[in-house]
């Protein structure tokens, strides 16, 4: 069972554009949403976090979205750059705090 | 420094072996993971250990063995190698009671079952 689902699966985006990638959950005792970025050949990075005490939270280019009642966030990565190609993963965790549920992952490429 | 390290970075090997991945973090946390990548980078946690003492073993094969001799350290054994062994293991730590810590990965270990 899939508690965190992402999509899309692969998104294509050309520089300077915006990318968003979705995720939604189904455990209402999740209180932490954190998106992971992964170069290839490493391991993945913390990028932005959120709780659900908030709508959004922005931290330079990288937005995070939060829905409560429709158990739903989203990243939004302005003015995608080549740099930013990666894969992107979704998580969330509850008040234990020590389980991390990823989602299935998303591969970015921004064309230049 | 590197935060998390894991060594091998690749791991080549016949059906039916045993191996190890040996993973150490020197940001002082008390907890550490191993988390399995397949092909499709699907990330699945495996094992959790808080203070050398497991707190999550997943539903995972008892041929593979989580060891932690200290908080520092958490090597994963894996006994008669299999075909669907073959993965990324990524070794990561976080340091619990801050609610969902954040955790720092290692740079994983490609695991190839021939």
């Known amino acids: 069972q899939q508690q965190v689902k992402q999509s899309p699966q692969s998104l294509i985006v050309q520089k300077g554009g915006i990318s968003i990638i979705n995720c939604a959950y189904e455990?209402?005792?999740?209180?932490?949403f954190p998106w992971y970025q992964q170069f290839p050949g490493k391991g993945p990075a913390l990028l932005i976090a959120?709780?659900?005490?908030?709508s959004e939270k922005k931290e330079g280019r990288f937005t995070i979205s939060f829905n409560k009642s429709a158990k739903q966030f989203s990243l939004h990565i302005m003015d995608s750059q080549p740099g930013d190609s990666a894969t992107y993963f979704c998580?969330?965790?509850?008040?234990?705090?020590?389980?991390?549920?990823f989602g299935g992952g998303t591969r970015l490429m921004v064309k230049p | 420094d590197t935060a998390v390290s894991q060594t091998p970075k690749y791991l080549v090997t016949q059906m039916g072996n045993d191996k190890s991945i040996k993973c150490e973090q020197n940001?002082?946390?008390?907890?550490m993971y191993w988390y399995k990548q397949d092909s499709k980078k699907f990330l699945k946690i495996m094992f959790s250990?808080?203070?050398?003492?497991?707190?999550i073993n997943e539903t995972v094969p008892n041929r593979f063995s989580p060891k932690s001799p200290d908080k520092a350290h958490l090597n994963l054994h894996i006994n008669s190698l299999e075909l669907g062994d073959s993965a990324v293991y990524f070794c990561?730590?976080?340091?619990?009671?801050?609610?969902?810590?954040?955790?720092?990965f290692g740079s994983g270990t490609q695991l190839s079952v021939l």
């Open positions: 990561a730590s976080s340091q619990l009671g801050r609610g969902g810590g954040k955790l720092f």
């Open positions: 455990n209402t005792a999740f209180d932490y």
């Open positions: 959120i709780r659900p005490d908030v």
């Open positions: 998580a969330a965790s509850g008040l234990a705090g020590n389980m991390l549920t």
């Open positions: 940001l002082g946390h008390d907890t």
């Open positions: 250990y808080n203070n050398k003492e497991l707190i």
